[in-house]
């Protein structure tokens, strides 16, 4: 009996380690993040993570880098409304959204540019840019 319940407690241990490692890491990256990346994390996970992630590509693109690749003011006008920018014919936009098979992304023109910024200084600061 007790050679079966050995195998179950250790992997019962391993869980709980694993799980501790996971919430302790967590802890660390969010104690480093400033002020401003932390009120962006919250607006990340709000409006953007169900579409896009920091180094993977999701139904979006992955965002690590995104301000070496576009300026502020462009990903600014780009993320309150993608369309106008496709619309009035900019270059990055149409090949994004073409890369993307032509999925529209949602406008957020509800977000403040402060707002946005503040979504980018998460990306950054989450991604060691």
């Not at 990256?29 to 709000?46: D, I, R, V, Y």
């Not at 309150?80 to 098979?101: F, V």
């Amino acid at each position: 009996m007790k050679y079966i319940l050995l195998p179950i407690f250790c992997m019962i241990c391993l869980a709980c380690e694993t799980q501790t490692r996971s919430t302790q890491r967590e802890s660390a990256s969010q104690a480093t993040l400033s002020q401003k990346a932390l009120q962006g994390k919250q607006l990340f996970t709000e409006h953007c993570i169900a579409c896009h992630q920091l180094e993977q590509r999701l139904v979006g693109p992955a965002l690590k880098g995104v301000q070496q690749r576009h300026d502020t003011a462009w990903l600014i006008a780009f993320i309150q409304n993608s369309q106008k920018k496709i619309e009035a014919g900019d270059e990055k936009a149409i090949a994004i959204y073409e890369e993307y098979d032509k999925l529209v992304m949602p406008s957020f023109e509800y977000l403040t540019e402060e707002e946005i910024q503040a979504i980018l200084t998460y990306i950054d600061e989450a991604s060691g840019e």
